[in-house]
């Protein structure tokens, strides 16, 4: 579904000269996307590839000095219940968020299509409000409001005598506001001239809504979806300022256990859990693709499905 | 793009789909085990939450205390801050009741009984506080010695790399009037309490004056000064020491004592001025609605015992107020004279102790002039 | 509910639009609804009701009724223009540096389109601090700071404490909120236009121009306003990257509610900014959408 690498032979168009210089262009701009992408990519990494070395500093506390090759920091973690339990605490965190975030992002992007303008545009403006807050304020606001309604004193508290408290539930529900903003916002944009056609046929066709969303609507959001999941994670978990002060006791995550280590110094174990995540993801990740490349292949190359594995379902989603 | 192919590619992905709820429900019942799993820990069994910076507390006494008061790993739990800032405002918010233990440094003691978020300590279940330095207690910071148990204390002071810093500076007064000539290499903690000392101090003032004149005379050595800073940096202060791209501090001693103890920077020196300086301190209390009160008493306790005391100084490298545990600490240690400030500078009054005057107007002013007004 | 409606579908198409029924449509919208109400309405309430109100003796809110807050929220301008500066430098750079990315992966991507897209966002999930130490180990002077004092022989050469270092910090952290709505947008184009544009003899620029900056337009708006805003609030980048010499409105922001405890004060630069950004976004949205034949709601 690619462009072509090479356009249309001259032959079939009207502008031979013309299409003679698109050519010699045509092959200096696949190098130089191929090469800028290269570049960010690299970018990117480098710095992780820092962070994995150094995850083998032998320093006794300062990360930033190197003292020698060592896997001291690989035994401290494989020990340290505290730190395995703020990896534990930020997975949760961070699917929990990850999931409500794309659930209700979605289900808000889908619904706003149909609402009234006076119900949408507050919706809208709620949505960009809830980008635009800083993030010490609306972590210090949302503390005071989950304060004075299910702290120790507050008003739910007093009057149900259960007291909910600080914990995953105060964290999660704090970070899931900016990623429904976030999940909402990549699903419209998705959806923006998405093509009716379909949708329409489906109806004429005499099919629910809820059909015509499962096998129209929902193929052609996917990657919109899926992007919005990965971005929620992966703010959820590496998130600092909102946790940091909705959170209870014993939910301390990652980003909240390196930041309180700055005041002796940052030591190699968050460096260690970092190598160890990469680790175990970028192995599902192309182990993963391997795999289902081989089952595809050997179910037998039906029409349309091609080899590739959820990624090129994903792909072609649509069309 | 046939027919056949949509139906089957569409059928893919409700199998995909299946796996994804199955996953849905598990992420679901794991959450839910695990965040029941971590409120379980309130009940009657023995358990202590502590809030603290990170990695302040051995973890050898950790262990030795969970052991000996037989808590169970899920029942300790330690969370961090990493600044009094942030506890305070997450106390201030509202978040109390949650923690039995902090560690917040001195000077905020009296704001956080004044809001009521201390409770006070029964001393008859901390015996071991007899052994602690008298010139500790009835201190300005609890005056009656009701809410705190020091920890640990060190000063604020200069340092340098006497490679490339080759005046001999003693006084605040000589560190301002070398900086032009280092210009853009040197560092200063991000805090205002401490670099107000050096200004007033060089001026022969208390380092917690709010006096108005005084401390307009002290904004105009800082706005002198700012041009000049590399960098505002509490944390990893030592970084560009360590790499001479800055060469003069406003520091604690925190890294510096490593860099001294290097081959490779032994020219580190860290000085206390001669015309005083300020001296910080570290101090347990006891959290306000403490859910485990008698247990945070235990803990109180336990860490001043002389050894377990020793052990917390060999790893944090701070001084000790418990006189008790000198004897078992390292005397390489006992000698370093970043770590344990010698007794005649204690006893010369050239230490003075830190006043949270930060909500004064004025010195709010001048510290964010200056902050933003750092580096060319 | 589903079953009746087919049989309302068989009478004339016009009369009723197909499609779910208003109670589903309201129940699709409720959960995000709430949690704008009590978890976005409710606080920015008392951020309002705090801007109005004095500090307490040890800091915090302590009640009353002042505007005098808002006096001094805003006598002084420098943080804000850093903040700007920053921020659009910052967003420009992810644009130039993010849409052909986007591009090379919905386009030339293949089947491994997914997996470029979730490789981009695995170096997020170290930690924010450890992967910003990498940097200053990297442009530090055991890094590329040393080679530059070796070439320069100047012994003050820096790389760390300047603007550059903090765009690039910046630059680094916001890419994938750039990339990721525009590749959603571009993911959806359909190639055949493109090759209809060339076959019609347009060039290259021309193609782009009109085909595919169009279709990408959606993205490029999201994504532009997803890096910008956050962007305008960044302290910590700044502050480790640029060894706090950029002193921006988020600096400005922590001082007051951590240093000085004035939640108040704090609470009504907050507000001020949010009221800025609010009517600035507006404006943008409103330039960039009135171009739009809006075949149906525009993207907002």
């Given at each position: 579904?690619?462009?072509?690498?090479?356009?249309?032979?001259?032959?079939?168009?009207?502008?031979?000269?013309?299409?003679?210089?698109?050519?010699?262009?045509?092959?200096?701009?696949?190098?130089?996307?191929?090469?800028?992408?290269?570049?960010?990519?690299?970018?990117?990494?480098?710095?992780?590839?820092?962070?994995?070395?150094?995850?083998?500093?032998?320093?006794?506390?300062?990360?930033?000095?190197?003292?020698?090759?060592?896997?001291?920091?690989?035994?401290?973690?494989?020990?340290n219940n505290e730190v395995q339990r703020y990896l534990w605490n930020s997975v949760v965190v961070g699917l929990g968020t990850a999931i409500i975030s794309t659930t209700v992002g979605?289900?808000?992007?889908?619904?706003?299509?149909?609402?009234?303008?006076?119900?949408?545009?507050?919706?809208?403006?709620l949505?960009?409000v809830s980008v635009?807050v800083p993030e010490l304020v609306i972590a210090l606001a949302t503390l005071v409001f989950f304060a004075s309604t299910i702290g120790r004193d507050g008003i739910l508290t007093n009057a149900t005598g259960i007291t909910l408290g600080f914990g995953y539930h105060t964290i999660i529900g704090a970070l899931s506001l900016f990623n429904i903003s976030l999940t909402?916002?990549?699903?419209?944009?998705?959806?923006?001239?998405?093509?009716?056609?379909?949708?329409?046929?489906?109806?004429?066709?005499?099919?629910?809504?809820?059909?015509?969303?499962?096998?129209?609507?929902?193929?052609?959001?996917?990657?919109?979806?899926?992007?919005?999941?990965?971005?929620s994670f992966t703010f959820a978990f590496d998130d600092y300022l909102i946790t940091t002060f909705v959170n209870g006791q014993g939910t301390s995550t990652l980003p909240l256990y390196v930041f309180g280590q700055i005041k002796?110094?940052?030591?190699?174990?968050t460096?260690?859990i970092?190598?160890?995540?990469?680790?175990?993801?970028?192995?599902?990740?192309?182990?993963?693709?391997?795999?289902?490349?081989?089952?595809?292949?050997?179910?037998?190359?039906?029409?349309?499905?091609?080899?590739?594995?959820?990624?090129?379902?994903?792909?072609?989603?649509?069309? | 793009?046939?027919?056949?192919?949509?139906?089957?590619?569409?059928?893919?992905?409700?199998?995909?789909?299946?796996?994804?709820?199955?996953?849905l429900?598990?992420s679901g019942f794991t959450a839910m085990s695990a965040y029941l799993a971590a409120c379980g820990g309130g009940g009657s069994a023995p358990a202590l939450f502590m809030y603290n910076w990170a990695d302040y507390v051995?973890?050898?006494?950790i262990?030795?205390f969970k052991?000996?008061?037989?808590i169970s790993d899920a029942n300790f739990t330690y969370d961090t801050y990493p600044s009094n800032e942030e506890l305070f405002a997450k106390l201030q918010g509202g978040a109390t009741g949650q923690y039995d233990i902090c560690c917040p440094t001195?000077?905020w003691t009296?704001a956080l009984v004044e809001e009521g978020f201390l409770e006070?300590?029964?001393?008859?279940?901390?015996?071991?506080?007899?052994?602690?330095?008298?010139?500790?207690?009835?201190?300005?910071?609890?005056?009656?010695?009701?809410y705190?148990?020091?920890?640990?204390?060190?000063?604020?002071?200069?340092?340098?790399?006497?490679?490339?810093?080759?005046?001999?500076?003693?006084?605040?007064?000589?560190?301002?009037?070398?900086?032009?000539?280092?210009?853009?290499?040197?560092?200063?903690?991000?805090?205002?309490?401490?670099?107000?000392?050096?200004?007033?101090?060089?001026?022969?003032?208390?380092?917690?004056?709010?006096?108005?004149?005084?401390?307009?005379?002290?904004?105009?050595?800082?706005?002198?000064?700012?041009?000049?800073?590399?960098?505002?940096?509490?944390?990893?202060?030592?970084?560009?020491?360590?790499?001479?791209?800055?060469?003069?501090?406003?520091?604690?001693?925190?890294?510096?004592?490593?860099?001294?103890?290097?081959?490779?920077?032994?020219?580190?020196?860290?000085?206390?001025?001669?015309?005083?300086?300020?001296?910080?301190?570290?101090?347990w209390v006891i959290l306000k609605g403490a859910p485990h009160l008698e247990m945070a008493h235990n803990w109180l306790?336990?860490?001043?015992?002389?050894?377990?005391?020793?052990?917390?100084?060999?790893?944090?490298?701070?001084?000790?107020?418990?006189?008790?545990?000198?004897?078992?600490?390292?005397?390489?240690?006992?000698?370093?004279?970043?770590?344990?400030?010698?007794?005649?500078?204690?006893?010369?009054?050239?230490?003075?102790?830190?006043?949270?005057?930060?909500?004064?107007?004025?010195?709010?002013?001048?510290?964010?002039?200056?902050?933003?007004?750092?580096?060319? | 509910?589903?079953?009746?409606?087919?049989?309302?579908?068989?009478?004339?198409?016009?009369?009723?639009?197909?499609?779910?029924?208003?109670?589903?449509?309201?129940?699709?919208?409720?959960p995000a609804g709430l949690w704008y109400l009590f978890l976005l309405v409710l606080p920015i309430a008392i951020v309002l009701l705090f801007s109005?109100g004095?500090r307490g003796?040890t800091g915090g809110y302590a009640g009353?009724?002042?505007?005098?807050?808002?006096?001094?929220?805003?006598?002084?301008?420098?943080?804000?223009?850093?903040?700007?500066?920053?921020?659009?430098?910052?967003?420009?750079?992810?644009?130039?540096?993010?849409?052909?990315?986007?591009?090379?992966?919905?386009?030339?991507?293949?089947?491994?389109?997914?997996?470029?897209?979730?490789?981009?966002?695995?170096?997020?999930w170290?930690s924010f601090l450890?992967?910003?130490?990498?940097?200053?180990?990297?442009?530090?002077?055991?890094?590329?700071?040393?080679?530059?004092?070796?070439?320069?022989?100047?012994?003050?050469?820096?790389?760390?404490?300047?603007?550059?270092?903090?765009?690039?910090?910046?630059?680094?952290?916001?890419?994938?909120?750039?990339?990721?709505?525009?590749?959603?947008?571009?993911?959806?184009?359909?190639?055949?236009?493109?090759?209809?544009?060339?076959?019609?003899?347009?060039?290259?620029?021309?193609?782009?121009?009109?085909?595919?900056?169009?279709?990408?337009?959606?993205?490029?708006?999201?994504?532009?306003?997803?890096?910008?805003?956050p962007?305008?609030g960044?302290y910590v980048?700044?502050?480790?990257?640029?060894?706090?010499?950029?002193?921006?409105?988020g600096?400005?922001l922590v001082?007051r509610f951590l240093e000085?405890r004035d939640w108040p004060?704090g609470s009504?630069?907050a507000?001020?900014?949010?009221?800025?950004?609010?009517?600035?976004?507006?404006?943008?949205?409103?330039?960039?959408?009135?171009?739009?034949?809006?075949?149906?709601?525009?993207?907002?």
């Amino acid at each position: 579904m690619s462009a072509p690498a090479v356009p249309i032979p001259a032959q079939q168009t009207m502008r031979g000269r013309a299409k003679q210089g698109v050519d010699h262009t045509a092959g200096l701009v696949e190098a130089w996307l191929r090469a800028h992408t290269l570049l960010v990519y690299a970018f990117l990494y480098v710095p992780i590839i820092v962070v994995v070395v150094y995850s083998f500093n032998g320093t006794n506390q300062r990360v930033m000095h190197w003292e020698g090759f060592s896997l001291r920091w690989y035994e401290f973690v494989a020990q340290n219940n505290e730190v395995q339990r703020y990896l534990w605490n930020s997975v949760v965190v961070g699917l929990g968020t990850a999931i409500i975030s794309t659930t209700v992002g979605t289900m808000a992007a889908l619904g706003l299509q149909r609402v009234p303008r006076f119900i949408r545009m507050p919706f809208d403006a709620l949505t960009y409000v809830s980008v635009i807050v800083p993030e010490l304020v609306i972590a210090l606001a949302t503390l005071v409001f989950f304060a004075s309604t299910i702290g120790r004193d507050g008003i739910l508290t007093n009057a149900t005598g259960i007291t909910l408290g600080f914990g995953y539930h105060t964290i999660i529900g704090a970070l899931s506001l900016f990623n429904i903003s976030l999940t909402l916002l990549l699903v419209r944009a998705r959806l923006s001239g998405m093509d009716r056609t379909h949708v329409e046929a489906s109806y004429d066709l005499y099919a629910t809504p809820i059909r015509t969303f499962w096998q129209i609507t929902l193929p052609q959001l996917l990657p919109a979806i899926v992007a919005g999941f990965l971005l929620s994670f992966t703010f959820a978990f590496d998130d600092y300022l909102i946790t940091t002060f909705v959170n209870g006791q014993g939910t301390s995550t990652l980003p909240l256990y390196v930041f309180g280590q700055i005041k002796r110094g940052v030591n190699p174990s968050t460096n260690v859990i970092a190598t160890l995540m990469l680790l175990v993801t970028l192995t599902l990740l192309i182990g993963g693709q391997w795999l289902l490349g081989r089952y595809a292949r050997r179910s037998g190359g039906r029409a349309g499905l091609g080899q590739g594995g959820v990624a090129e379902i994903v792909a072609e989603g649509g069309t | 793009m046939a027919d056949q192919g949509i139906g089957e590619h569409l059928q893919h992905i409700g199998e995909t789909r299946v796996s994804r709820r199955g996953f849905l429900a598990a992420s679901g019942f794991t959450a839910m085990s695990a965040y029941l799993a971590a409120c379980g820990g309130g009940g009657s069994a023995p358990a202590l939450f502590m809030y603290n910076w990170a990695d302040y507390v051995d973890l050898d006494n950790i262990a030795e205390f969970k052991k000996r008061f037989n808590i169970s790993d899920a029942n300790f739990t330690y969370d961090t801050y990493p600044s009094n800032e942030e506890l305070f405002a997450k106390l201030q918010g509202g978040a109390t009741g949650q923690y039995d233990i902090c560690c917040p440094t001195a000077e905020w003691t009296p704001a956080l009984v004044e809001e009521g978020f201390l409770e006070k300590i029964d001393w008859s279940k901390v015996p071991n506080a007899k052994y602690i330095n008298p010139q500790f207690k009835g201190l300005w910071w609890d005056p009656n010695d009701e809410y705190q148990l020091p920890k640990d204390w060190g000063t604020t002071g200069i340092s340098m790399r006497t490679k490339v810093v080759t005046e001999d500076v003693r006084t605040w007064k000589d560190f301002f009037d070398i900086a032009p000539k280092y210009s853009g290499r040197i560092v200063i903690v991000d805090s205002p309490g401490d670099v107000f000392t050096a200004p007033l101090k060089a001026l022969g003032y208390s380092l917690n004056s709010v006096v108005p004149e005084e401390l307009e005379q002290a904004r105009e050595l800082l706005m002198g000064l700012a041009p000049h800073v590399l960098a505002l940096n509490s944390d990893t202060y030592e970084e560009p020491m360590k790499t001479e791209e800055a060469v003069l501090g406003l520091t604690w001693t925190g890294g510096i004592d490593e860099l001294i103890s290097d081959p490779s920077t032994a020219d580190t020196k860290y000085v206390i001025p001669e015309d005083g300086t300020l001296y910080w301190m570290d101090t347990w209390v006891i959290l306000k609605g403490a859910p485990h009160l008698e247990m945070a008493h235990n803990w109180l306790n336990f860490i001043h015992e002389p050894e377990i005391q020793a052990r917390e100084t060999e790893t944090n490298a701070y001084a000790t107020p418990n006189d008790e545990a000198k004897k078992y600490i390292d005397p390489a240690i006992l000698a370093d004279t970043t770590i344990f400030v010698p007794q005649e500078v204690v006893d010369s009054g050239l230490l003075e102790a830190a006043k949270d005057v930060s909500l004064d107007p004025l010195r709010q002013e001048i510290w964010e002039q200056f902050k933003s007004s750092i580096g060319g | 509910m589903a079953a009746a409606a087919p049989a309302a579908e068989v009478r004339p198409r016009a009369a009723t639009a197909p499609g779910p029924s208003r109670l589903v449509t309201a129940l699709l919208v409720l959960p995000a609804g709430l949690w704008y109400l009590f978890l976005l309405v409710l606080p920015i309430a008392i951020v309002l009701l705090f801007s109005v109100g004095n500090r307490g003796e040890t800091g915090g809110y302590a009640g009353g009724f002042t505007l005098d807050n808002y006096q001094g929220a805003f006598r002084n301008s420098g943080p804000f223009v850093t903040s700007l500066y920053l921020a659009i430098a910052g967003t420009l750079l992810c644009l130039l540096i993010g849409l052909p990315l986007a591009y090379f992966i919905a386009t030339r991507g293949g089947r491994r389109k997914t997996l470029f897209i979730i490789l981009l966002v695995v170096p997020f999930w170290t930690s924010f601090l450890i992967r910003t130490y990498a940097w200053l180990i990297l442009l530090g002077r055991d890094g590329l700071a040393g080679v530059g004092v070796d070439l320069t022989g100047n012994d003050a050469f820096r790389l760390l404490g300047t603007d550059a270092a903090v765009l690039l910090g910046l630059t680094y952290g916001y890419l994938p909120l750039m990339v990721f709505p525009l590749y959603v947008t571009l993911e959806r184009m359909d190639r055949t236009l493109v090759e209809a544009s060339k076959d019609l003899g347009a060039g290259r620029w021309a193609t782009f121009r009109q085909v595919t900056l169009p279709i990408a337009l959606p993205g490029l708006i999201t994504g532009s306003i997803l890096v910008f805003i956050p962007m305008m609030g960044e302290y910590v980048v700044p502050q480790i990257l640029g060894y706090g010499q950029t002193f921006t409105i988020g600096s400005a922001l922590v001082l007051r509610f951590l240093e000085f405890r004035d939640w108040p004060a704090g609470s009504a630069m907050a507000v001020g900014l949010i009221f800025i950004m609010f009517v600035t976004i507006t404006f943008y949205l409103w330039f960039t959408n009135r171009g739009r034949r809006g075949r149906e709601q525009s993207v907002v």
